[in-house]
């Protein structure tokens, strides 16, 4: 569907700011950005109501249609990485499987792949490492006003999934959960993203425990709640309405943007 309107702010200021006109005027507010990719690209897995609901849509649309060409993040020189990279919210998890895999050095720790994969698979940290593996230095934006460039090692998530046998034809979204209970999903567009990958290396060291050991996710073009520590398992799924709330991670749950984009 394409919008009669020449700009997102007309489209707002001749239609009546109520529940139901805000519902209604998501798919034309899509159609401004969408030109020809997949409406499910550009709008949030649950869409609030009101001004917020709107403001969801068109950031969310815009980011993805500058970004259309998927370009990477930047990335920086050695000389800029941070001294020593902060570690916030969850540094340990009480887990008592977890700390016993803590205690062995991870040995015996594994990645289930499932969900709307063609060969569910658990991937151990070792399997992880000897697929190809990307290097990037790159800014954490913490959405509580902070930053610090890292130099994060891992494989690119696509390449896990394609090692799981592909995605089916039906899939959307990746949902992760993480040893201390998080959850956060992130769509295809995001996924496929060369810099979306699982770090277990941080400023070529193993990663620490604090920064979420043995991997992490980092989703550079998203803010700093969207990369999730301590993975536990990955879920390839048709829909997000069966995960907490159902608007599509933990933080959304709680009140925060699904789409954090930088």
């Not at 800029?80 to 902060?86: K, L, N, Q, R, V």
């Not at 992760?176 to 209970?181: E, F, H, R, S």
Request: hydrophobic share 40%; aromatic share 10%; net charge neutral.
């Amino acid at each position: 569907m394409k919008a009669s309107f020449s700009n997102p702010i007309q489209f707002i200021q001749q239609h009546q700011i109520s529940r139901r006109n805000m519902l209604s005027s998501i798919p034309a507010l899509v159609g401004l950005f969408s030109s020809g990719c997949s409406r499910d690209t550009f709008i949030p897995p649950t869409i609030r109501t009101g001004l917020i609901g709107v403001a969801d849509v068109l950031t969310m649309s815009a980011n993805r249609f500058l970004l259309s060409d998927q370009p990477l993040a930047r990335e920086y020189e050695l000389s800029d990485i941070a001294p020593e990279f902060p570690t916030w919210g969850q540094t340990d998890p009480q887990d008592e499987e977890y700390q016993q895999l803590r205690s062995r050095g991870f040995r015996g720790w594994s990645l289930p792949v499932k969900g709307l994969v063609r060969r569910p698979t658990d991937f151990t940290l070792e399997q992880l490492k000897q697929m190809p593996a990307r290097t990037q230095i790159t800014a954490h934006v913490c959405e509580q006003g902070w930053s610090a460039i890292g130099q994060w090692t891992g494989v690119p998530l696509v390449q896990v999934l394609n090692a799981a046998g592909g995605i089916k034809p039906t899939a959307r979204y990746v949902m992760l959960d993480t040893v201390d209970g998080w959850y956060e999903g992130i769509d295809l567009f995001e996924v496929m993203h060369p810099q979306t990958i699982l770090a277990y290396n941080l400023n070529g060291q193993a990663l620490p425990i604090g920064n979420g050991a043995p991997l992490r996710l980092r989703v550079e073009r998203q803010c700093g709640y969207k990369n999730l520590k301590f993975l536990k398992s990955i879920q390839v799924v048709d829909s997000m309405a069966s995960f907490g709330r159902g608007t599509g991670g933990i933080n959304s749950d709680w009140g925060f943007h699904w789409f954090g984009g930088v």
